[in-house]
């Protein structure tokens, strides 16, 4: 078989079981996007950008931050972010999943056990492979199940730090990790707690601070707050320690090779984290909205809803998720089918997700489409 036919066939496998991805433009009203608090399009956020360019803040950062890549406004973002978390510090990477990556690769040592929730990113997981820690997996939001995974770990002779990596906010079922456990967890254990805030970060806690807030400044957490969310812009923001920044910066391959990233960007988040601050309508707009979807959407079957903004539609069967998406798409609604490995197989589903960019007319419209494309009549 040739280099290019066995390229073919692992395509043609795909397109076989139904799970065969391609590109498409955005079209209709945004039920699919992370742009959670309409960010992403805000009048502040371009004029902080246009007034950037203005003063001459280089598109570009043309180098790595350990040579002539760091930046001003890399380094206000920074102090900004981590007085606005109420971390130590905090550094900035160019996208969430280097931000997962670069941590699990760097700060875990051999000899130390990763604790992965099965429902993690694949960032995570894959930056768990590349690492030198062992890694297990621990039942979806059981906190029984990671101490337990701990002491199996620990009788088997294990000697070295535990890390328990989760998701405070769940991309795909929407739903919220024990975080208070979990915290109570890693201090029996001396353990560190690595949080991925993508799905909270600007949308819970505090003036969007995140589920974390509450934990923020303890030496045995690291956050990760990526900005291409709820922020409406791009990166990601880990806040920890002093002294694992600079282990990170030292050490970190990821960020010591690569090419910093925008300053422009870092002005955007920074931006961001004002608009937060000082304009919590955003926020509460949100909230609101969910609070509406909870009560358009009842008990209906098929409705997963956990009470944030990622409202799951399990349909189980690959195809006939893609046909319900294509009808939606057809009636005016972006919503897209996801299939596995992105989740588990036999759970196929429509991910809607709630964002400032609609309201409660659209809400309902919205179902009713849904109603109507999966047979039980309008409502």
């Not at 692992?10 to 590109?23: I, V």
């Not at 949308?203 to 990526?226: D, K, M, Q, S």
Request: charged letters at 25%; hydrophobic letters at 45%.
């Amino acid at each position: 078989m040739s280099l290019a036919a066995s390229y073919a066939a692992d395509l043609d496998a795909l397109k076989d079981d139904d799970r065969l991805r391609s590109l498409k433009a955005r079209a209709g009203i945004d039920f699919s996007s992370n742009d959670y608090l309409g960010l992403a399009n805000n009048s502040r956020m371009r004029k902080a950008i246009a007034a950037a360019v203005e003063a001459g803040t280089p598109i570009g950062a043309g180098g790595s931050r350990l040579l002539r890549g760091n930046c001003a406004e890399h380094e206000s973002l920074e102090a900004e972010a981590a007085k606005f978390f109420g971390a130590e510090a905090a550094i900035f990477f160019a996208t969430g999943y280097t931000a997962n990556f670069a941590v699990l690769t760097t700060l875990p040592q051999r000899g130390d056990l990763l604790v992965l929730d099965q429902l993690v990113h694949a960032s995570i997981h894959e930056g768990a492979r590349a690492g030198r820690a062992e890694f297990r997996f621990s039942a979806h939001n059981d906190a029984n199940a990671v101490e337990e995974v701990i002491r199996t770990w620990r009788r088997e002779g294990g000697k070295g730090r535990i890390w328990i990596v989760a998701e405070s906010l769940y991309s795909m079922d929407g739903d919220f990790a024990p975080l208070e456990a979990l915290v109570a967890i890693a201090d029996r254990h001396d353990a560190f707690l690595m949080i991925d805030e993508a799905h909270a970060t600007g949308v819970f806690g505090p003036n969007g601070r995140g589920l974390t807030a509450a934990y923020e400044g303890r030496e045995n957490l690291i956050a990760i707050h990526t900005c291409g969310k709820a922020l409406g812009a791009a990166g990601a923001l880990v806040t920890t320690t002093r002294l694992l920044r600079d282990f990170i910066v030292n050490r970190c391959r990821p960020f010591i090779f690569s090419t910093a990233p925008s300053p422009l960007m870092a002005v955007a988040v920074e931006e961001a984290l004002a608009i937060l601050r000082e304009e919590p309508v955003h926020q509460q707009r949100l909230t609101r909205l969910i609070g509406f979807a909870r009560e358009e959407i009842g008990a209906r079957q098929g409705w997963q809803f956990c009470g944030s903004q990622i409202i799951p539609y399990i349909v189980g069967d690959n195809a006939r998720t893609m046909t319900l998406a294509g009808g939606l798409q057809a009636r005016g609604f972006d919503i897209r089918g996801i299939r596995p490995p992105t989740v588990p197989v036999g759970t196929a589903r429509l991910r809607i997700s709630l964002t400032n960019n609609v309201d409660e007319s659209d809400v309902r419209a919205m179902l009713d489409a849904l109603a109507e494309v999966t047979g039980g009549g309008s409502r």
